[in-house]
């Protein structure tokens, strides 16, 4: 499967805003968006000519780094929203948003999403008492999300549960901390998803141009 191996921190300022793909870092005077607050490259610091075009393939790439999903990938996730019935932008970001690895990272037991991703993919995580290492597994309304017993003694998580009772846990989950679980209440609406600052309609335009 392809990866990205740069330095994530590139995407945000790329972007001009902070995408929180280096957990705490992020929080501190070290990101290096706060110190060069413009795009990265020789011609970083440079007039760029926005386009229609541009403005819409900005929103899909912030969308796309945001939740760390690859081209293809996204792809499908558009294909399957436009399928659905309501709105097509709602229903890509619920898809997103119901990804495993942003719901550990929406419970706290990740300081970030890359973070949460790992913690999946290194069987940490499990679904309904079961191990599950697939980040992009789509989580339900009922489903219990859970640290897996004999994995709760590492330092990384038991950091975050402890930070993660100061977070606001979004109000389609609810978290029971002691238990290392959480569980989907519901598919989240998309006013709950405020902290995603993107503009789905003109991802949907990209992508019907």
Known sequence: MARYTESVCAHCRREGLKLYLKGDRCYTPKCPIERRNYAPGQHGQGRRRETEYSLHLREKQKLRRIYGVLERQFRRYYGRAIRRRGITGVAL??????????????????????QARQLVT???????????????????????????????????????????????IPAWLQLNAEQYSGTVLRTPEREEIQDVPVRENLVVEFYSR
């Open 93 to 114: 970001m619920q898809m997103l948003e119901l990804r495993l690895d942003n719901v550990v990272y929406r419970l706290g037991f990740g300081s970030s999403r890359p």
């Open 122 to 168: 290194h069987g940490h995580i499990a679904v309904n008492g079961q191990k599950v290492d697939i980040p992009s597994y789509q989580v339900r309304a009922g489903d219990v999300i859970s640290v897996r017993e004999g994995h709760r003694d590492l330092d990384v998580i038991k950091q975050n549960i402890e930070k993660a009772q100061g977070r606001t």
